[in-house]
């Protein structure tokens, strides 16, 4: 059960992240970071066992990775 929670939650930050980046007013650097932070609070979540700190550094830090790639 819980593999299928964690699939579930992939999916749906997948799909926020990919509504995210089609954003038409946003510039290339911010779809990045939309993107970076999502897949980092995804990351961290599942890294941390869904701990909300956990979820929240991974978002933060992968913005900053997200904003410096070009």
């Known amino acids: 059960m819980y593999l299928i929670k964690k699939i579930a939650l992939s999916a749906v930050a997948g799909a926020l992240v990919l509504n995210m980046a089609g ?4 510039t290339q650097r911010d779809q990045n970071t939309a993107i970076g932070a ?4 995804v990351g961290g979540s ?4 869904g701990s909300a700190l956990g979820t ?3 978002a933060a830090v992968g913005g900053v990775i997200g904003n410096r790639v070009q």
């Open 23 to 26: 954003c038409a007013g946003m």
């Open 38 to 41: 999502g897949v980092g609070a």
């Open 46 to 49: 599942v890294l941390t066992g």
């Open 56 to 58: 929240v550094g991974g």
